[in-house]
């Protein structure tokens, strides 16, 4: 039986990023961010993915990086157009190119387990609710809102509410959205309220990324941290890296302090594009410096 701390659960994306500078494609998806992230700062943790046999060459930013990747093949490779429409990179469009297959219970090899289970989607349809409720029956559950709340509607990608919300939530060890998502799910603009109401709907931890910081709701306690990041050119996947490193930092410390953590690490991803590649030594250095 091989056991880690964490198997990262999600569709690699064949993304193409549009600025105003031009336009650029790599392989990237929550899976990529949040399993490599995982591995920088020191967990167990291996990735499950699935895309089309002809583009298996996007499995090397895994093993590049240390991290066993399960692969599963897939009609099509799931692919997304980001669209940039500010400087900041806080306003974009996505658009779905291709979706990959859904995953299913079968997909995880009989002879793996772990302590975490993370669900880093990209959009609805991606993670079954049904699969959310098994996995949540052998271990905790970790859980991006964006893979329940972002729709393709035949390219486009739009945010709709989510029906058995509640249901599914309550399930949830670690549960992330950002403000956009969480002011969609409870219907406030304060990160704070918006976090108190999804951790009354049964998430143990919730986690709100906005582009200031970070905001952490566990039971009645509640802790934020500044993100500092120099520049932006790295914006893409800042909220897969700051969940992935919260929830495996989470083990062995306080729920403040993998807040503080995560967005120290954060702040140092998005000053460089592409997916985590830094070390917690120099996280560590950046909390001494900037916090």
Same mark, same amino acid.
């Given at each position: 039986?091989k056991?880690?701390?964490c198997?990262?659960?999600?569709?690699?994306?064949?993304?193409?990023?549009?600025?105003?500078?031009?336009?650029?494609t790599?392989?990237?998806? =929550?899976?990529v961010h949040?399993a490599?992230?995982?591995?920088?700062?020191? =967990?167990?943790?291996a990735?499950?993915?699935?895309?089309?046999?002809?583009?298996v060459e996007?499995?090397?930013?895994?093993?590049?990086?240390g991290?066993p990747? +399960?692969y599963?093949?897939?009609?099509?490779?799931?692919?997304?157009?980001?669209t940039?429409?500010?400087?900041?990179?806080?306003?974009?469009?996505?658009?779905?190119i291709?979706?990959?297959?859904?995953?299913?219970?079968?997909?995880?090899?009989?002879d793996?387990?772990?302590?975490m289970?993370?669900?880093?989607?990209?959009?609805?349809?991606?993670?079954?609710?049904?699969?959310?409720?098994?996995?949540?029956?052998?271990?905790?559950?970790?859980?991006?809102?964006?893979?329940?709340?972002?729709?393709n509607?035949?390219g486009p990608?739009?945010?709709?509410?989510?029906?058995?919300?509640k249901?599914?939530i309550?399930?949830?060890?670690?549960f992330?959205a950002d403000a956009?998502e969480?002011?969609?799910?409870t219907?406030?603009?304060d990160?704070?309220?918006?976090a108190?109401?999804?951790?009354?709907?049964?998430?143990?931890e919730v986690l709100?990324t906005?582009?200031s910081?970070?905001?952490?709701?566990v039971?009645e306690e509640?802790?934020?941290?500044?993100?500092?990041?120099?520049?932006l050119?790295?914006?893409?996947?800042?909220?897969?890296? $700051?969940f992935?490193?919260y $929830?495996?930092?989470r083990?062995?410390h306080?729920?403040?302090?993998a807040?503080?953590? =995560?967005?120290a690490l954060?702040? +140092?991803?998005?000053?460089?594009?592409? =997916?985590?590649?830094?070390?917690?030594?120099?996280?560590?250095?950046v909390?001494?410096q900037?916090?």
């Amino acid at each position: 039986m091989k056991q880690y701390d964490c198997l990262v659960l999600g569709h690699v994306s064949k993304d193409i990023i549009v600025t105003a500078k031009g336009s650029e494609t790599f392989f990237g998806g =929550a899976v990529v961010h949040s399993a490599i992230t995982a591995r920088r700062i020191g =967990a167990n943790v291996a990735a499950l993915t699935k895309l089309h046999p002809a583009d298996v060459e996007a499995l090397e930013v895994f093993e590049s990086s240390g991290v066993p990747v +399960i692969y599963r093949p897939s009609k099509v490779t799931t692919s997304i157009r980001n669209t940039y429409l500010t400087e900041d990179r806080e306003r974009r469009t996505c658009e779905a190119i291709s979706v990959a297959e859904a995953f299913e219970i079968g997909d995880i090899p009989e002879d793996v387990s772990a302590e975490m289970y993370y669900l880093g989607g990209l959009m609805r349809g991606e993670f079954l609710e049904e699969l959310v409720a098994e996995l949540a029956e052998v271990s905790r559950i970790a859980i991006d809102a964006q893979g329940f709340l972002r729709v393709n509607e035949g390219g486009p990608m739009v945010f709709r509410d989510w029906e058995r919300k509640k249901q599914i939530i309550s399930l949830v060890t670690y549960f992330k959205a950002d403000a956009a998502e969480a002011e969609m799910l409870t219907g406030s603009s304060d990160c704070k309220k918006a976090a108190r109401i999804l951790r009354s709907w049964g998430a143990k931890e919730v986690l709100i990324t906005e582009n200031s910081g970070v905001t952490v709701c566990v039971g009645e306690e509640m802790f934020q941290s500044a993100f500092t990041s120099g520049n932006l050119s790295g914006r893409t996947g800042r909220g897969d890296t $700051c969940f992935s490193a919260y $929830c495996n930092w989470r083990k062995g410390h306080t729920p403040e302090e993998a807040c503080l953590f =995560a967005a120290a690490l954060t702040s +140092i991803k998005m000053e460089k594009q592409g =997916a985590f590649s830094g070390s917690v030594k120099e996280v560590e250095g950046v909390i001494s410096q900037r916090y």
